[in-house]
C-alpha cells in the first residue's frame, strides 16, 4: 500500500522536490517514474526500519524534476510525520531513473562523466553506420542509374534489330541472336568476303556465318589443363557464380583429371562464406585458407607451391564503383595472378561489354560464362566477347557441383548464336 507524495521547497539547480512513502521501495520508484517520469533526479532515499512507522510508509525517496523551469503537476499532499529515527540512505550523487532502473532498497550512484563518454561513442558508432549506409545506397544508386542507361540502349537496340528483321538478311539474323549492330554487319562483311569468290554471289548463308563466328571467337584452354603451379582468381560482380565456379573446376580437376588443387578465399563480404566453402573443399579433399590482404595471400601462395592449379575466391562487388573493385581485386593483384572473369549468361550484351571494359587488364585471362540454364542461350555473353575479343574457357548451367561446367567448344559457340537467331 502507497500514500501519495508531498511537495517540499525546491533546491537550486532542480525542480521542485517531492517526498514519495511507499510500503516498500519498489513502490515508491513507481511513484515517482509515474508522477514525474524517467528523468526524475533521485535526491534521497530512506529506510525508516523498525522505528515504528507504519508499514505503508516505510520507504521514502525524495526527488526533483530535473531543471528549475519544468512545472510539477499540483496534486494534494499530506503532512509528513513527526521526525523519528531513521536509517539515512542519503544518495551521494543525484540519479536520473532511466527506463533500465531497478528500484531496490539501494539506489547505485552513477558516473555523469562515465555515462556522458558513453553517450558520445554510442552516437559517434550510430554515425558511422549512418555513413555506411549513406555510401551503400549512392553504390546501389549509381548501379541503377547504369542499369537504366543500359536498359534504354538495349530498348533502342532490339527497335534497331526489329526494323532490320523487316527487312530480312544474315545481319538481322546475328542482331536478333544477340549481336550489336556494328559487330553483326562486320561479321556478315567478313563472311560475304570469304563465300564471294567460292560460291561466286556476294551472300552470306548460314554455313558461312557459321564458319566466321568459329574464326572469330576466341577460346581459353580449361583451368585443369594450365601448367603446373598456375594460379587462377575469379572476380566478377556480386551473384555471378564464382564460388560454386571454383567448386565446380575444383572438384573437375581434382576428380576427372588428377590434378592436385588448393583453394584461398579473399570473400569476407558475405557471411559464412569461406566456412560453406571450406566444407565443400573438404569432402574433395582439397585444402583451403583464407586470406585478408595481400600479405597473407602470399603467405598462402608459399605454402601451396607443390599444386598444379591454385584458385582464388574473390568478393562481389560493384563493378562500376572504382573504390569497390579497387578493394576486391587488390589482394589478387600479383603478377603470378591470373584473372578469370565470371559473367552470367542473364546479362545484357551491353552490359557485359561496358563490364568487360571495367575489367580489362593485363592479368585478364578468359570469361566464363555462368548460369546458361537462366537465359536463352549464352549468345549475349559472347556477343561482347566478340567485340572485346577476350577469350572464353568455360560454360557453366546448374548447381550440380562439380558436375555443371564444361570447356568451351568453339562449334557448340557458333551453333548456339545461330539456333538462337532462327
Keep these: ?24 521501495m519498489r513502490e515508491a ?24 512507522s507504519s508499514d505503508d510508509q516505510r520507504f521514502e525517496v525524495v526527488a526533483a524534476w530535473p531543471s528549475a523551469t519544468t512545472a510539477a503537476p499540483s496534486s494534494p499532499g ?9 536509517r539515512d540512505v542519503t544518495m551521494p550523487d543525484a540519479l536520473r531513473m532511466g527506463d533500465s532502473a531497478r528500484p531496490d532498497n539501494r539506489a547505485a550512484p552513477r558516473d555523469a562523466g562515465r555515462d556522458a563518454g558513453r553517450d558520445d561513442a554510442r552516437l559517434t558508432s550510430q554515425l558511422r553506420q549512418l555513413e555506411q549506409a549513406v555510401r551503400g545506397l549512392e553504390s546501389q544508386i549509381q548501379l541503377l542509374a547504369e542499369k537504366d542507361r543500359r536498359m534504354r540502349d538495349e530498348l533502342g537496340r532490339l527497335g534497331q534489330a526489329k526494323a532490320l528483321l523487316e527487312e530480312g538478311g544474315p545481319t538481322a539474323t546475328l542482331m536478333a541472336a544477340g549481336l550489336e549492330r556494328d559487330v553483326a554487319s562486320e561479321l556478315v562483311e567478313r563472311a560475304v568476303r570469304r563465300a564471294t569468290p567460292r560460291q561466286g554471289v556476294a551472300v552470306a548463308r548460314h554455313p558461312d556465318l557459321a564458319d566466321e563466328i568459329l574464326r572469330t571467337v576466341k577460346v581459353s584452354p580449361p583451368l585443369w589443363s594450365l601448367p603446373g603451379g598456375s594460379i587462377a582468381a575469379l572476380i566478377g560482380p556480386s551473384a555471378a557464380g564464382k564460388t560454386t565456379t571454383l567448386l565446380k573446376l575444383a572438384g573437375l580437376a581434382t576428380f576427372a583429371h588428377r590434378r592436385t588443387v588448393a583453394i584461398i578465399s579473399t570473400d569476407f563480404e558475405r557471411l559464412g562464406a569461406f566456412d560453406s566453402l571450406a566444407m565443400y573443399a573438404e569432402v574433395m579433399g582439397v585444402p583451403a585458407v583464407a586470406a585478408r590482404d ?14 598444379d592449379l591454385i584458385l582464388m575466391d574473390t568478393a562481389g562487388h560493384n563493378p562500376f564503383d572504382p573504390n569497390q573493385r579497387f578493394a576486391a581485386l587488390k589482394p589478387v593483384s600479383g603478377r603470378e595472378v591470373r584473372h578469370h572473369l565470371v559473367l552470367p549468361a542473364t546479362l545484357s550484351p551491353g552490359l557485359v561489354a561496358d563490364m568487360l571494359t571495367a575489367y580489362d587488364g593485363p592479368a585478364l585471362e578468359s570469361l566464363i560464362v555462368t548460369r546458361l540454364d537462366e537465359a536463352r542461350g549464352p549468345s549475349a555473353v559472347l556477343a561482347a566477347c566478340l567485340r572485346a575479343e577476350l577469350p572464353v574457357s568455360h560454360l557453366a548451367s546448374g548447381r550440380e557441383i562439380p558436375d555443371d561446367i564444361r570447356a568451351v567448344d568453339p562449334h557448340e559457340v557458333a551453333r548456339g548464336l545461330l539456333e538462337r537467331a532462327s
Design 78 to 86: 499530506f503532512e509528513p510525520r513527526a521526525p523519528r529515527a531513521q
Design 294 to 307: 595481400r600479405a597473407e595471400v602470399d603467405e598462402a601462395l608459399e605454402r601451396f607451391t607443390d599444386k
Design 29 to 52: 520508484f513507481v511513484m515517482v517514474k509515474t508522477t514525474i517520469g524517467p528523468e526524475a533526479v533521485i535526491l534521497t532515499t530512506r529506510d525508516f526500519g523498525q522505528s515504528g
Design 1 to 24: 500500500m502507497s500514500t501519495r507524495p508531498r511537495d517540499e521547497q525546491p533546491l537550486a539547480g532542480f525542480g521542485p522536490t517531492r517526498v514519495f512513502r511507499a510500503a516498500s
